[in-house]
Each structure stands twice: as structure tokens, then as C-alpha cells.
């Protein structure tokens, strides 16, 4: 069946046009986008709120924004690892407070690698280093931990779900050379016990030593408590929603996306560098990969607190305008090469929002309804955190 709909933007923004096709194929939902999207082609991205300085109180200043959660009423959690500091700031970007400090004792930590929100409010901290969960109550009082030798050292290593479990990655059996690393969830009660293992998906296609532009499998835990998975290969994002049938989210009519020939030569100097230098240890080094001749459809897949789908697509390289240092050896020279990056957002049933651009050296770490949470560089290379809204139209209407 297919659709065509005329979907209102709002009172002030007008309307876009968007066919979709639905269709059921066993036991899988497919929601194909043929063509258009709700926002039409003016979303963007708009800046409300940066925290940072370049000369002034240390709590102002960020060296390395290693993660960064944002609680329910947005305050934001963020952790710099340039510093080992946890700190919380409040929805106008005032410092709250620095949460605990680097150590092994109670509320302290030696290693983050993920931060994450319950529906209560708590804030999550693993910690692979002391092998725990700091529970934090959402004013960053120090509740205990909850013990998680997972094994894996991994960033975004936890989330959580609208019913308030908890999810963390581990590392569900022995590494074997040559085959994917066997990545899966421990999922935990509210009260941090362990209620089973939900082992990651797997892709034939996949393998563990995937070159620059193989398609790799994407995948993260949905917070209404199901896996949402995608092989890069193609366009195509799978809900595996749990007591329903799989929901198969699609855009029909994507782009082939070529690797220039000079990027290609690049890429497989570098690697050969690498080698050359003993980059792989003392092991024998992976075979040197052949560069795929056309970008795979997806390079990201990231999900929002709200559950809106956030499917990242690689777009085309371009050369970059600034000449790259030829003095550093090949294998450690920043890439001539460079392309934008954008975000296709979806609605848990498959609903095509429309497409988000950001700027060069912006990263998005969370995002809900029409706000999005990350860092931004400036041409001095110093990170700020920052907010922003979805707006569509000319009028700046908030989606």
C-alpha cells in the first residue's frame, strides 16, 4: 500500500508532502519512505545554549567531553576526561557541581565510559576500570554501585529503558581472531540486579577487520526496551520490537555515494604505514584491506531518550581546504579527505521527520524530542558543549 500525505508542519510552518509505502513481508513490518519527509527540506539545527570558556573557571573550561547524559528536567551531566571530572549543569548552562571525584572509593571512579538516566531521575556511571555502577540520585549525592565486571572497555557502554532497567555492554563469550567481537547487553532491575544476557545481532556479512567504508553492523538498545539493529550495507533500520512483529524502517531512492580514487590511494597508504610501523602489535597484522569503490548506505545509528530514530548516512567526500601536514608519517597524518554529516530522523513507527546537517566538528551525544545535546570545536581545536532545537520553515518553529 502506498500512502501519499500532505503532513501539517505546524500553524505558521505550512505543509510537506511525503509517499510512504507499507507493506508486511512474514513476520516484518516494512515502513518505506519513497519520497519527501513531515519537515520537508528547511530542518536544521539551531544553537540555543553553549557552555564553555576559553580563559575562565575551571568548571568552564573542557579539555575532553568523554560523555554526556541529560536528566529528565535537562540538566546535563558531563564528563571530561581531560580532567577525570563529573560535572552537572543546570537547563541555562550554570555550573550545579563537580559529582564525585577520581578514586576507588564510594561515588568516585577511575574510567567512564558511559553515563546514563534512569525514568527516576539517577544518573549511571559505569565504570569498567573498578568493575561497577555508580548510582548518583539526580542532585549527584553518591546512592552505591552496583558490581559489573563486563570485561569490555567500550564508550556509551550503558542505557537504560522507560520501565527503568538497565542495560550494559559486555562481551558475551571469548574473543576469537579473525570474527566480530561477540558484543552483547547484561540487562539489570532497577535495583541493579542481573535479570539475564541479550547477545548483540550478527551479520554474515560482517567481519572483524571491516576496512575504511565497510559496511559494519549498527545497533543500540530502544528505551521502550527492544533492539533496533542495521547493517550499513543498505538502508534499512530494523525494530525488533519485543511481543510484535519486527518493524523495518526504509528510504527508497538513496544515492550511491562514490569513493574518490585519491581518497581510496589515501586510505591504503595509511594502512600500509601502519604496518610498516608496527601499528598492530606484535601479532600477525590484519591483511590490507581493499577499499571499497562506493560508500555502504549508513556510517551511524543513534537513538534518542523520547525513542525517535537518529540514522546517519554517508554522504559524499570532499578534499578538505586546509593543506594536510606532510612532516607526520602517513599512517598518523589527519585525512586530506573529509565529508559532511547528517541525521535522518524517524518516529518509533517509522514516520520519516526529515534530515538534519551539522557543521564540521560537531557531535551529537543525546537527543529528545526537538532538542539535541553535544559538543562543537572551534578553530582552536576547544570543545563546548552545547544545545540545540530542531526549527523548520523560515519561522523558526520549534518540531
Not at 130 to 143: E, K
Not at 258 to 284: C, N
Not at 373 to 384: A, I, M, Y
Amino acid at each position: 500500500m502506498i500512502l501519499a500525505a500532505a503532513c501539517a508542519g505546524g500553524d505558521t510552518a505550512g505543509t510537506a508532502s511525503i509517499t510512504v509505502e507499507r507493506d508486511t513481508i512474514g513476520d516484518t513490518v516494512v515502513v518505506r519512505t519513497i519520497a519527501g519527509s513531515v519537515w520537508g527540506d528547511s530542518a536544521r539545527l539551531v544553537e540555543e545554549l553553549r557552555i564553555g570558556e576559553l580563559d575562565g573557571a575551571d568548571e568552564y573550561i573542557f579539555g575532553q567531553v568523554r560523555e554526556l547524559a541529560v536528566g529528565p528536567q535537562g540538566t546535563i551531566y558531563v564528563y571530561d576526561g581531560a580532567v577525570k571530572a563529573l560535572r552537572a549543569y543546570d537547563s541555562t548552562g550554570r555550573y550545579l557541581r563537580t559529582i564525585g571525584a577520581e578514586g576507588g572509593g564510594p561515588g568516585e571512579y577511575r574510567e567512564v565510559l558511559g553515563l546514563a538516566i534512569l525514568p527516576d531521575g539517577r544518573l549511571l556511571l559505569d565504570d569498567p576500570r573498578l568493575g561497577r555502577i555508580n548510582v548518583y540520585s539526580a542532585t549527584g549525592d553518591p546512592l552505591g554501585a552496583w558490581p559489573m565486571p563486563s570485561g569490555l572497555f567500550t564508550s556509551n557502554a550503558i542505557t537504560t529503558d522507560s520501565a527503568g532497567r538497565s542495560y550494559v555492554k559486555i562481551l558475551t563469550s571469548d574473543i576469537r581472531q579473525g570474527e566480530p567481537w561477540p558484543i552483547g547487553y547484561v540487562r539489570l532491575d532497577d535495583k541493579g540486579a542481573v535479570v539475564d544476557t541479550i547477545p548483540g545481532p550478527r551479520w554474515l556479512e560482517e567481519v572483524a577487520n571491516a576496512p575504511a567504508y565497510g559496511p559494519v553492523g549498527l545497533w543500540a538498545w530502544h528505551p521502550y526496551g527492544y533492539m533496533v539493529a542495521a547493517f550499513g550495507g543498505r538502508y534499512a533500520v530494523e525494530l525488533r520490537r519485543a511481543g510484535g512483529p519486527v518493524l523495518r524502517i526504509e528510504r527508497a531512492n538513496q544515492p550511491v555515494v562514490p569513493v574518490p580514487a585519491e581518497e581510496r590511494a589515501e586510505l591504503k597508504e595509511a594502512f600500509s604505514a601502519l604496518r610498516r610501523q608496527g601499528a598492530f602489535g606484535s601479532g600477525t597484522p590484519p591483511a590490507e584491506p581493499e577499499i571499497p569503490v562506493v560508500k555502504p548506505a549508513l556510517r551511524a545509528l543513534m537513538l534518542g531518550y523520547d525513542g525517535r530514530i537518529w540514522v546517519s548516512p554517508h554522504l559524499p567526500s570532499v578534499r578538505r581546504a586546509e593543506p594536510v601536514d606532510t612532516t607526520l608519517p602517513p599512517g598518523r597524518r589527519p585525512r586530506s579527505w573529509t565529508a559532511p554529516v547528517a541525521w535522518d530522523i524517524f518516529e518509533p513507527d517509522g514516520t520519516f521527520l526529515g534530515r538534519v546537517t551539522v557543521p564540521p566538528g560537531t557531535s551529537i551525544l543525546a537527543m529528545r524530542g526537538d532538542r539535541a545535546w553535544g559538543t562543537v570545536r572551534d578553530e582552536n581545536d576547544v570543545p563546548f558543549v552545547v544545545r540545540w532545537r530542531v526549527v523548520t520553515g523560515g519561522d523558526g518553529a520549534d518540531r
